[in-house]
């Protein structure tokens, strides 16, 4: 099946560790995503890759991470410096950046 | 600054009912469009999208949505509603190829057996 893998579903950490989070694709997708959603602030751009070893901030980078070492793959770390790091993190793909994006189910994280 | 806004956080309807919701994006020049829906513990999926061409845009489910131009809308209508199109609604917008999507707040519609 093709399709966009997230893990863990839940996760669970306490003030001050990093944490990192998983985004897997097999669609052959360029371009790759990671969204904050908030109750009532739809969803906010963390970072963005167009190609493998490239990405760009979005619009609330601060305190994440991310690397794109590899097509499929585009892990997000939670920084220690996020002042609000609880919330659901999701990750999409395109085919372009002009294309439609694709989202995979998402991870909730907590911090404690 | 770009920006897309969508008016009303909740919704709640009976079967049957009619459904209209609003859509406004504050950005000039070419844009494409695009409406996602949440179901309750599934992914956000993509209902439909307009790139350019015909305005009224038909998507999954019985969807549709009318980009006017002069109104900066995008809203989304099913003439008919069911109780399982209770989910939450977001509303994006793209200003030019390239450019990253802009989400609105997002809208959670629940129907009402």
Not at chain 2, 37 to 46: E, R, S
Not at chain 2, 60 to 66: H, L, M, P, Q
Request: aromatic share 14%.
């Amino acid at each position: 099946d093709g399709g966009i893998t997230q893990s863990p579903k839940y996760l669970f950490r306490k003030e001050g560790q990093n944490v990192t989070l998983s985004c897997e694709q097999n669609l052959n997708h360029d371009a790759m995503y990671w969204y904050r959603q908030d109750p009532g602030q739809g969803l906010r751009l963390i970072y963005y890759s167009q190609i493998v070893n490239d990405f760009q901030k979005g619009d609330i980078a601060e305190g994440y991470s991310v690397s794109r070492e590899k097509k499929e793959s585009f892990p997000l770390t939670v920084t220690s410096a996020q002042k609000n790091p609880t919330a659901f993190y999701l990750c999409a793909s395109s085919m372009g950046t002009s294309g439609a994006q694709y989202f995979g189910p998402g991870t909730r994280l907590t911090v404690l | 600054a770009q920006s897309v806004s969508q008016h009303n956080h909740h919704v709640i309807l009976s079967e049957a009912a009619s459904l209209e919701l609003g859509c406004n994006y504050s950005y000039g020049g070419t844009v494409n469009l695009f409406w996602y829906v949440q179901y309750p513990g599934q992914h956000l999926q993509l209902l439909l999208k307009y790139f350019s061409g015909d305005p009224l845009v038909k998507g999954i489910k019985g969807f549709e949505a009318e980009f006017i131009k002069s109104k900066f809308s995008f809203n989304l209508r099913k003439p008919s509603v069911q109780w399982s199109d209770t989910a939450e609604y977001f509303c994006a917008g793209q200003r030019d190829a390239g450019n990253m999507l802009t989400f609105g707040g997002g809208t959670r519609l629940m129907v009402k057996p």
